[in-house]
């Protein structure tokens, strides 16, 4: 079965602050993809990023950026010099090719003025 | 830019009526799913339909639930008698076939079971 777990529930830092939000997940499968979606107040889930099991290279995009590490389980995302508007809940999830995704519980981030 | 279509955005209902919930999804996308998350929880998963069969579903997936693809462009998830604790935002997402299968959502519909 598969599980992510985001053991971090809420982050509050103040802008311009750079944050980790941390992510770990469990899975038998040898193929995957790991993804990060943003849920803002409005409620829609917005996709961020995705990553395949055979692809550990990291990425920087702008502000964001993501460590996936296999040895560890572990698929971590960073923003960087944080603003009001990335305050939202994140959520770290996992899936199959073509299957259904397994969420963690989500890391609501807070960024004060 | 492309996007997932769900309507109505807030549905209200007295327990125990049926309600059917819509989607649009992204117009050339195989892959639909419906997601749903209680208040303050994380996205559960309920079904998935490809081929206009479901090719998965979870637990929560009972009897009482169904889905249908009516026709070219529509996806629903109806539920048949409603609970209580059927309340939740019920999101849609589709992805294409291909290397991508990234899952767009919907805005999501706040179905309220009073």
């Known amino acids: 079965a598969q599980k992510v777990t985001q053991a971090q529930t809420e982050i509050s830092v103040v802008e311009k602050e750079d944050v980790t939000l941390d992510c770990v997940y469990e899975?038998?499968?040898?193929?995957?993809?790991l993804f990060w979606y943003k849920q803002p107040p409005s409620g829609e889930l917005v996709f961020l990023i995705r990553r395949n099991s055979f692809d550990e290279q990291n990425e920087i995009s702008g502000r964001y950026s993501w460590n996936f590490q296999k040895s560890t389980s572990s698929f971590n995302f960073t923003i960087t010099a944080s603003q009001v508007v990335d305050s939202a809940v994140y959520f770290c999830?996992?899936?199959?090719?073509?299957?259904?995704?397994?969420f963690g519980k989500g890391i609501t981030l807070s960024v004060r003025p | 830019e492309p996007e997932v279509t769900q309507t109505p955005s807030h549905q209200v209902t007295q327990m125990g009526q049926e309600v059917i919930l819509r989607c649009v999804p992204i117009s050339n996308h195989l892959y639909f799913y419906w997601y749903r998350q209680i208040l303050g929880q994380k996205v559960e998963f309920l079904v998935s339909f490809y081929n206009n069969e479901i090719s998965e579903k979870s637990e929560i997936f009972d009897d009482q639930f169904s889905v249908e693809r009516p026709d070219g462009s529509n996806f629903t998830l109806k539920i048949r008698s409603t609970k209580l604790e059927d309340s939740a935002m019920y999101f849609c997402?589709?992805?294409?076939?291909?290397?991508?299968?990234?899952?767009?959502f919907g805005a999501g519909t706040r179905l309220s079971v009073l």
């Open positions: 997402a589709s992805s294409e076939e291909g290397v991508k299968n990234i899952q767009y």
């Open positions: 999830a996992l899936s199959e090719p073509y299957s259904k995704l397994t």
């Open positions: 899975t038998r499968d040898t193929t995957y993809y």
